[in-house]
């Protein structure tokens, strides 16, 4: 059953949301504004290190909700696909120590391959690591990226191919994260969401809008309710095939990012409860 239209229970706010704060003033901000989870980027714990960090957040009454992120496994060379797996291994000790159940994979894609290398050494990279998650307890969360991001940031572009990736590794740890910025546009959303949902693997659910004209590819993304994005429908897609986990707000905006972050909040749980 869906919460009341009131409750903040399963809204969580990446760090990255609201980039200008430290994760002391994140903590303190989202607690105070009455929510109870937090997604962790790598970036915001840097001095401070994933323990004390999570020590930190949990302190404000929050759950880390996942921790952003690792992948970016293509590369040219062998040298640089075994730095880029042992780099992810480091990502899963940081989750473990900061307290996070789940790593979010934005999967890479390098320059030069072919879109199907790239795809066949995601797949190799993240079947390196997953003993070591296992071993961990951490989940990891393929995110497929638009289609804009496919020669240089994710050559895993629909929940088709990350479910494809999931299949060929069937290991309980590995699942996918639904995003809508990135995947509102396919006409197959419902089918692939629901087929997640028979398959176990529909692991996190990340919100916000597409601004129409968008002036950024990165660093351009509205709340809820500001672009073209139908965030109610897909997330009623995904909790109708099993999803009941925290629903995560992923904005990066510099627009946004140079207002007022504790009103900025605000208009966050206002977005959420008219639009998502």
Request: glycine share 10%; charged share 20%.
């Amino acid at each position: 059953m869906a919460p009341p239209l009131t409750d903040f229970s399963r809204l969580c706010i990446h760090t990255m949301t609201t980039k200008p704060w430290t994760l002391e003033e994140a903590a303190r901000g989202y607690a105070a504004a009455g929510l109870r989870g937090i997604t962790v980027w790598r970036s915001a714990f840097e001095g401070r290190g994933p323990a004390a960090a999570g020590e930190l957040v949990r302190s404000h009454g929050l759950s880390v909700v996942s921790l952003c992120r690792g992948g970016f496994f293509p590369h040219g060379t062998a040298a640089g696909r075994a730095k880029a797996i042992d780099e992810n291994r480091r990502c899963v000790d940081e989750a473990a120590a900061l307290g996070a159940p789940l790593i979010v994979l934005v999967c890479g894609s390098a320059p030069g391959l072919s879109l199907g290398e790239s795809r066949r050494q995601i797949a190799g990279g993240i079947e390196a690591v997953l003993p070591h998650a296992a071993s961990c307890g951490i989940r990891l969360a393929i995110e497929p990226l638009h289609p804009m991001y496919a020669a240089d940031r994710s050559a895993v572009n629909t929940l088709r191919q990350a479910r494809a990736i999931c299949r060929e590794l069937s290991s309980p740890w590995l699942g996918v994260a639904v995003d809508v910025y990135h995947t509102w546009w396919d006409e197959n959303l419902e089918e692939e969401i629901r087929a997640c949902g028979s398959e176990s693997t529909l692991f996190a659910f990340h919100i916000c809008d597409w601004l129409t004209p968008t002036v950024d590819l990165l660093e351009d993304r509205g709340l809820m309710g500001e672009g073209c994005i139908p965030v109610r429908q897909i997330r009623g897609w995904v909790e109708a095939a099993g999803f009941d986990g925290f629903v995560e707000v992923e904005i990066f905006s510099r627009r946004l990012w140079a207002t007022d972050q504790a009103q900025y909040v605000e208009a966050i749980k206002a977005a959420y409860l008219e639009h998502a």
